[in-house]
């Protein structure tokens, strides 16, 4: 592993209702494409954006955790579960960036949401903390 200085850690966030396939084949592209050390999973908390109810966030938090156990560079993040109120990645960003000093981000997103980036919360100001990809 390398150290703190020039760790590569993507973030991928998402509903996981449920946690399929298409999750983890991103998974595997991100390491091999981005050079990751560790991926964070970011199961949201209360979707501001989805215009159908979730399953509970304990019950995706289980299934994403199920999902990925056999990729150990996998952590399962359940901040945004935890956060009362609707969750936006540029608190959960500015999070991880201070828990994680001298780290290298990389925020996967699709093409859905790179679409709807502007529509984000403070949009602008999560290219200050990390890299697309």
């Not at 760790?7 to 999750?23: I, M, N, Q």
């Not at 991103?26 to 050390?37: G, R, S, V, Y």
């Not at 150990?72 to 500015?94: A, F, N």
Request: charge should be positive.
């Amino acid at each position: 592993m390398t150290t703190a200085a020039l760790r590569r850690v993507g973030v991928l966030g998402g509903a996981f209702d449920p946690p399929h396939l298409a999750h983890q084949a991103l998974a595997q592209a991100a390491f091999e494409q981005l050079k990751l050390d560790e991926l964070r999973l970011v199961p949201t908390g209360q979707a501001w954006h989805k215009p159908r109810a979730l399953t509970s966030a304990l019950h995706r938090l289980a299934m994403v955790q199920l999902a990925f156990a056999d990729m150990p560079q996998v952590t399962v993040d359940p901040r945004e579960t935890r956060r009362d109120g609707p969750s936006y990645t540029i608190d959960t960003l500015r999070e991880l960036a201070d828990s994680l000093p001298g780290a290298q981000l990389f925020l996967i997103i699709g093409a859905d949401q790179a679409q709807a980036l502007t529509r984000w919360k403070q949009w602008q100001n999560i290219f200050k903390l990390l890299q697309f990809a």
